[in-house]
Every structure is written in C-alpha cells, then in structure tokens.
C-alpha cells in the first residue's frame, strides 16, 4: 500500500526538492502552492499526512491546520517553517499538527517523522474501520425480521437510544436481549465509549460483588491487587446487567444507590467513586411478581423499569424465521468453508411448525448442527433433530385444538418423542397394546 504525501509550499524549488526526497522513500507525493490549491487535493485525494508552510500567499498554516482537522480528522499535518517561532509551535500543537519543525535545520528529521505520522494516520484509519464494523454489527439494520412484533420493539429501542434513560430489556431466553442492548448502546450518545456486560447469574454473590463494584487490595483472600469494577469501567459508556432477577437481593441495594447517586464503594475500600453510566438491564423473569413475592427490591424494580422492552419469542415471529434461518445458514456454510446452502419447503416447515423454547439461540444452534450434519447442497428435514422431524403436526380446521382428539394425539406424540421411536416401549408406557397403537398412529397420521 502506497500512502500519500501532500505539499504545500509556495517555494517551487524547495517544495520540488522535498518531494524528490519523499518520492524516494516510495510515497506518493502531490504538491499544492497554497492553501486553496491544497485543499482542492485533500478533497480529490485520500492524503495520509500534510507537509504544509506556515507562512503562505492566501493564509496561515498554522491557522488551515484546523481547517483540514476539521474536514478530514485522520490525516496527521507537520507543519513547516522558515523561523522558530516558539507561539507558533504551541499553537500548532493546540490545533492538532503531529509536529512543527524548521525548514533546514531540521531537514533531516523529515524522513523519520514522515513514518511516524504515516503509521499514525494509518492506525487511526484501522480503528475507524474496526468501529464502523461494529457499529454495523450492533446496528438496529442488523436486526433481521419484518413481523409486526418485532418492527414495534425495534421501534422503541430507537426512540429510547438517544436518551440517557435506563432500559429493562424483558423477554424469554434467547429472544437476543444482548444484541439490543448493543444496537441502543450503538445509536446512543455514548457510542465510541465503552459497552460493558455482565452476566449477574454467573457469579456468586462474592464474586459478583467485587466484579460490580471493584476490590482494594487485601479486601479479601486472592486479592493481591486493585481490581476496577464493571461500574468503573462503564464510566461515560453503557453497563449492560444481564439476567438482572438473579442479582442476591443484598447487592441490589447497592446498585440502586448507584443508579441514585452515582457513587459507589469497592470492595474493601472506604472511598466513594463516582461513575456516569448509562444502564441497561435484561432478564427473564417477571420482575413486578418477584418484588411483590419480595424476591426482588419493589424501589429497584421501579428505578429499573423507567422504559421496557419486552422482546417476543419467536414463536410469535413465524415470518421472521425463514430470513433468520437463511442468515444462518449463509454464516454456518462459511465458517464450515461450504457452498451456501440450500432450503428444502420441508426444513423450513419443520422450523416454522416446532415451538422453539429456546427461541434465537436455539434456532442458531440448530442451523450450525444442520449445515455441518449436511451432505449436499440442499438442506433437508433429515438432518434436524429427531423430536423436530417427528414433531406433532398443528391442529386442522376438523380437529379443534380443545378436542380430546387433539390431545390424545399429542400425548402420543411427545411419548413418541420420549422414547425416540420406540413403538413398542411407547405402547407400554401408554399402557395400551401395540395393535392399538399402531391404529392410533394411522389415525392420526403420526409417522
């Protein structure tokens, strides 16, 4: 990769002599007599650093410099001049330059600085790469599905990302709490700083304490250093509590006086800190009747519950399946370095008939069993598990959903499914003969 260098000197025979320097080092040199002309180039060009004049026919380097920071932040700028000039320097240091130098005395630093600012300008353009791939990853267009439920939820976690309130993210598990908490912290004011997650029933309440809030050294046995806390960490960005109705009730009282006075106390420590986070929060229970069976403080359930979203299962998201499914499937082929596949009618049917408990998490973890079980380029009901190929078919218009039919057919069923197709331990566990049986399954259409 070639980078680029911009001069922009009003000198012709000093400003030629640089870029014949330049150009043997390989850069690629343009060169600009002034400033209006040397803007036109950064507009034309991607420049990586500026070498540019102090003292110019239209204007003051020192002065453009912010014109060009302005306008295009990751080019690093070293500023020339004839005379030190020490006000001038400060300045442009202020103003943003990588450097300031003086022209001849210092000719032979241009070369070494010249690198330095080049890998400069290239890591800060890396890193904004990076952050434009995340912010696209954790983007709400990210987010696949076109039901009317989910076009709603995502909807409300627009309208609440660019406040500062907190969010209570509700909702089965595997409904992708996370990936919304994500999507809000990305569409926030807050994007570029931190998004810190934690899991709070991962850890005892120990543990937990001192990864919340931090420890001191000694605090307790194992602490041999000053740990910072999640909270700590979060300053300025988003905290992200994850199966928050598993937080021991003791330490809720004091993430409520955190979320009330922004100031905390690690472990071991008698100092209070301040932190401004913003909090997201995501379980799976029914906090209102945990905190009326007192199993969760009422004051934190009512500081937490300023915004809800409650996330539908994707049982309720039948139309949403077949272009979830076809992300996965496109992300498993190529992680498994294979053709994307194809989707038979009868893998998808079976997909949209099955209940999913497991709702997102559960279908992306069968995509990545189907797409590695598969042999050709099509995938097939065969590779699904077999309580998913052999699942109960969904009531007809002749079989009422209530009717005794109905639900001796699905008793059969999950029997069936128990005992992995095993007709004759099935019969015995219905207690009726396998003749029986069999006319059960014929009757109604059971394979």
């Known amino acids: 990769?070639?980078?680029?260098?911009?001069?922009?000197?009003?000198?012709?025979?000093?400003?030629?002599?640089?870029?014949?320097?330049?150009?043997?080092?390989?850069?690629?040199?343009?060169?600009?007599?002034?400033?209006?002309?040397?803007?036109?180039?950064?507009?034309?060009?991607?420049?990586?650093?500026?070498?540019?004049?102090?003292?110019?026919?239209?204007?003051?380097?020192?002065?453009?410099l912010q014109n060009i920071k302005g306008s295009f932040p990751l080019i690093e700028v070293i500023l020339l001049t004839a005379f030190g000039n020490i006000p001038d320097g400060v300045q442009a240091m202020k103003n943003g330059a990588f450097d300031y130098i003086v022209k001849g005395d210092d000719n032979d630093k241009i070369i070494p600085l010249l690198y330095k600012a080049v890998e400069k300008a290239h890591l800060q353009k890396k890193v904004k790469q990076l952050e434009k791939r995340i912010g696209d990853k954790y983007s709400f267009n990210t987010i696949i599905g076109k039901s009317k439920g989910i076009e709603q939820v995502i909807d409300l976690a627009k309208k609440v990302a660019k406040t500062d309130s907190t969010v209570l993210l509700t909702g089965e598990t595997g409904t992708g709490k996370e990936v919304f908490a994500q999507a809000i912290h990305e569409n926030s004011n807050r994007v570029g700083k931190s998004f810190v997650a934690l899991n709070c029933s991962t850890f005892s309440k120990e543990i937990l304490e001192s990864e919340l809030f931090g420890h001191k050294q000694g605090a307790f046995t194992g602490a041999l250093k000053d740990k910072k806390g999640f909270i700590e960490e979060a300053n300025g960005g988003t905290l992200f509590l994850d199966e928050i109705g598993e937080m021991p009730i003791e330490l809720q009282a004091k993430l409520l006086r955190v979320l009330e006075t922004s100031e905390y106390i690690p472990v071991g420590d008698t100092t209070p800190k301040k932190s401004n986070f913003r909090l997201i929060a995501a379980t799976n229970r029914d906090l209102k009747t945990e905190s009326d069976e007192h199993r969760f403080r009422s004051d934190l359930y009512f500081r937490l519950n300023i915004f809800e979203i409650k996330l539908p299962p994707l049982r309720e998201r039948i139309k949403d399946i077949a272009p979830i499914t076809q992300y996965f499937v496109q992300q498993f082929s190529e992680k498994t370095n294979k053709k994307t596949l194809n989707i038979s009618d009868d893998f998808l049917q079976k997909l949209e008939n099955y209940s999913w408990p497991g709702n997102i998490r559960e279908l992306k973890n069968i995509i990545e069993r189907s797409v590695i079980l598969s042999n050709g380029d099509i995938l097939t009901a065969d590779v699904l598990p077999?309580?998913?190929?052999?699942?109960?078919?969904?009531?007809?218009?002749?079989?009422?959903?209530?009717?005794?039919?109905?639900?001796?057919?699905?008793?059969?069923?999950?029997?069936?499914?128990?005992?992995?197709?095993?007709?004759?331990?099935?019969?015995?566990?219905?207690?009726?003969?396998i003749a029986t049986l069999y006319r059960k399954l014929e009757e109604y259409s059971i394979q």
Do not use: W
């Open 1 to 64: 990769m070639t980078h680029k260098i911009l001069i922009i000197d009003d000198e012709e025979k000093l400003r030629s002599l640089l870029a014949r320097i330049i150009k043997s080092e390989g850069f690629e040199v343009f060169e600009a007599k002034d400033l209006k002309s040397g803007f036109k180039k950064l507009e034309q060009t991607e420049i990586d650093v500026v070498l540019c004049d102090v003292k110019l026919p239209d204007g003051n380097g020192v002065d453009f």
């Open 386 to 433: 077999y309580e998913m190929q052999h699942q109960p078919e969904k009531p007809t218009k002749s079989m009422s959903a209530f009717s005794m039919q109905s639900v001796e057919k699905l008793h059969i069923q999950k029997v069936l499914n128990y005992t992995k197709g095993n007709k004759a331990e099935t019969a015995r566990l219905l207690e009726i003969g």
